[in-house]
C-alpha cells in the first residue's frame, strides 16, 4: 500500500537518456489464461518489437509500435481494475490501451458471454487478479498470462499450463532495483541507520551517545545464497565494497564469472553460513525454498552476523527469526519481505529493535515499474503474434 500511495501522486517525468518514453508503471503481477483454439480475426495486429541496452538499469525493453486501430480491434486483457486500492495504476493501463482493449474484471462478470470471447491474455499486477480454474474455464480464448514481476509462486503453473496457456515474467527488468534494496537493507542495518535516525529527531534526545556503534561493511564477508540475475548483481555491488564474496547456488556459476565479482562457491550452504558477517539470501519461492533458513541454519550463523531477505517472506522460518533475535543468536536481521505482507500489527518481529522491515519495495522505482510494464507488454504480444517469447516461465 506505500508503494501504492506514493506512485499514484507521481507525474509523468522525463526519462533519462536512452530510456523508453513509455509512461507506464508494473509491479507485482500474477494470472493464469485458457487458451483453446482461437477464433482467427480478419485483423492484423502483429506488431515488431526489441530490446536494446540503454536504460539505468542496463536495459530498456521496447514494447512493439502498434498501429492506430479502434480499441475493439485490439487484443483484449483482462486486469482487476483501474486505479483504487487494487487496480492497475493509472499510467500503465494508459500504456496497455495503446497495445490492447483493456477489460476489467467487473465487466468482465458484468458480461461473461461477451468478454470472454475478447479476452486473450491477462495482466497481473501486484498478484491480482487471482488466478483459479474457474477462472480460466470461462477464457476459451486466453493464450497467455504476463505476470509484472520474477517471482511467479501466486501462480499454479501446472494448472494453467494444462489450459495451453503461457506464463511470461519480467526478470530483467527487477534485477537491478533488488540489488540495490539488498545492499541498501545491509548498509542501514550494519550502520544501523533506522536506530539513528530516531534518534536524532527525537525529542528527548540531549546528546548523541559516544557507545552507540555499528558495524563496517567493507571488507566483510557476504554470503550470498541464489546466484542468479539478482544475486550476481548484489556480488558487483559489493566488490566496490572491497567484501569477500561467497555464494552458495543450485548450479555453480562459470569461472569467468566467478573471477569477475571475485566471488567463491561454497557447495554446503552451511560452510557459507558459518563464515559470512552478512548472509542475502535471494531464491525464488519453491517447495524446496520454502523455511530454507530456520533454527538449525541461524545457529550455524556468527553471533555478529546479519540476515537480509529479498526473495520472498516464506523462504525463512519467522518464528525462528525471532527467537534467535531476542536470544541474540544472530546479530540483526533486515527484512525487504514477510509472511503474510504485511505482519500482524501484534507480530513479534515488529516489536524487536535489531530489525529492518521495508515493505517489499525492491523493484519499486519509477525506472524499475516502467521497465516491468514494456516488458511484460512485449511478452503477451509475441505470445498473441506467434514470436519467440523472451521471458517465458514454465511449470516444473
Not at 513509455?22 to 530490446?51: E, M, N, W
Not at 530456520?294 to 522460518?317: F, H, Q
Not at 516489536?351 to 525492491?362: D, M
Request: proline letters at 5%.
Amino acid at each position: 500500500m506505500l508503494r501504492r500511495k506514493a506512485f499514484s501522486l507521481l507525474k509523468p517525468i522525463p526519462l533519462m537518456s536512452g530510456q523508453s518514453n513509455l509512461a507506464y508503471k508494473f509491479i507485482h503481477p500474477a494470472i493464469a489464461s485458457h487458451g483453446h483454439c482461437c477464433h482467427r480475426r480478419s485483423v492484423d495486429y502483429r506488431q515488431r518489437y526489441k530490446t536494446h541496452p540503454g536504460s539505468a538499469g542496463g536495459r530498456t525493453i521496447s514494447a512493439p509500435q502498434t498501429k492506430v486501430m479502434a480499441e475493439e480491434e485490439l487484443p483484449g486483457v483482462l486486469i482487476l481494475d483501474i486505479g483504487g486500492a487494487y487496480g492497475v495504476l493509472e499510467n500503465l493501463a494508459a500504456l496497455l490501451k495503446k497495445h490492447f482493449h483493456l477489460i476489467t474484471m467487473k465487466e468482465f462478470l458484468q458480461n461473461k458471454k461477451e468478454m470472454s470471447k475478447k479476452i486473450q491474455s491477462i495482466f497481473v499486477f501486484e498478484c491480482r487478479p487471482t488466478i483459479d480454474r474457474e477462472l480460466l474455464e470461462s477464457l476459451p480464448n486466453l493464450k497467455v498470462i504476463g505476470n509484472s514481476g520474477v517471482g511467479v509462486d501466486h501462480l499454479d503453473l501446472k494448472m494453467i499450463s494444462s489450459f495451453g496457456v503461457k506464463v511470461t515474467n519480467t526478470p530483467h527488468a527487477v534485477a537491478d532495483p533488488t540489488a540495490d534494496i539488498g545492499m541498501a537493507l545491509m548498509l542501514a542495518s550494519a550502520r544501523r541507520l533506522v536506530e539513528g535516525c530516531q534518534i536524532a529527531v527525537s525529542p528527548d534526545t540531549k546528546y548523541f551517545a559516544v557507545d552507540w556503534l555499528g558495524v563496517e561493511v567493507t571488507r566483510a564477508t557476504l554470503g550470498i545464497i541464489g546466484m542468479g540475475s539478482i544475486g550476481y548483481r548484489v556480488a558487483q555491488r559489493a566488490r566496490a565494497f572491497d567484501m569477500r564474496i561467497l555464494y552458495h547456488n543450485r548450479n555453480r556459476r562459470r569461472k569467468e564469472e566467478e573471477e569477475a565479482v571475485g566471488a567463491h562457491y561454497c557447495e554446503k550452504m552451511e560452510d557459507l553460513l558459518q563464515q559470512s558477517d552478512f548472509v542475502m539470501v535471494v531464491v525464488n519461492l519453491t517447495p524446496e525454498t520454502h523455511k530454507l533458513i530456520g533454527k538449525k541454519e541461524l545457529g550455524l550463523m556468527k553471533p555478529t552476523a546479519t540476515l537480509i531477505n529479498i526473495s520472498r517472506g516464506a523462504v525463512i522460518d519467522q518464528g525462528a527469526l525471532v527467537e534467535a533475535l531476542q536470544n541474540k543468536v544472530i546479530r540483526a536481521a533486515a527484512l525487504d519481505v514477510t509472511y503474510p505482507e504485511p505482519l500482524p500489527r501484534d507480530h513479534p518481529l515488529l516489536k524487536l529493535s535489531n530489525i529492518i522491515i521495508t515493505p517489499h519495495i525492491g523493484t519499486a522505482t519509477v525506472q524499475a515499474i516502467h521497465m516491468m510494464a514494456e516488458e511484460a507488454i512485449t511478452n503477451m504480444l509475441a505470445v498473441l503474434n506467434g514470436q519467440p517469447i523472451p521471458s517465458e516461465v514454465f511449470p516444473k
